[in-house]
């Protein structure tokens, strides 16, 4: 337990002086250290999801339209195709 001795003298130096300081200090250097092993961590999440073929979901685009009675439609490379309706058949608007 040589490293509990070296840890005692390092507080009698730097501790009982100035205890506030110290504090903060070993406050951001624990925090600093917890955020640096969490993201390695989530590193290594990614990194196994990616190889057992876990996709991240893609993000669209707005939704966009154009021309008379066109849908919006978005996403990523759609092709969408519209043909018209038979010639037979005739479309009423609904009376307001």
């Known amino acids: 337990m040589d490293w509990l001795k070296w840890l005692k003298g390092f507080?009698?130096?730097f501790g009982l002086p100035h205890p506030t300081i110290?504090?903060?200090l070993i406050s951001l250097l624990g925090a600093l250290l917890f955020g640096s092993g969490?993201?390695?961590i989530g590193r290594q999440v990614?990194?196994?999801r990616i190889g057992h073929g876990v996709k991240r979901e893609q993000k669209t685009g707005d939704?966009?339209?154009t021309g008379d009675q066109s849908p919006a439609v978005s996403g990523n490379s759609n092709n969408i195709t519209y043909e018209?309706?038979?010639s037979g058949e005739k479309?009423?608007?609904a009376r307001k």
């Open 91 to 93: 479309k009423h608007k």
């Open 11 to 13: 507080y009698e130096t």
């Open 84 to 86: 018209g309706s038979p």
């Open 22 to 24: 110290s504090l903060v």
């Open 38 to 40: 969490w993201t390695v």
């Open 63 to 65: 939704a966009t339209t």
């Open 46 to 48: 990614e990194k196994d």
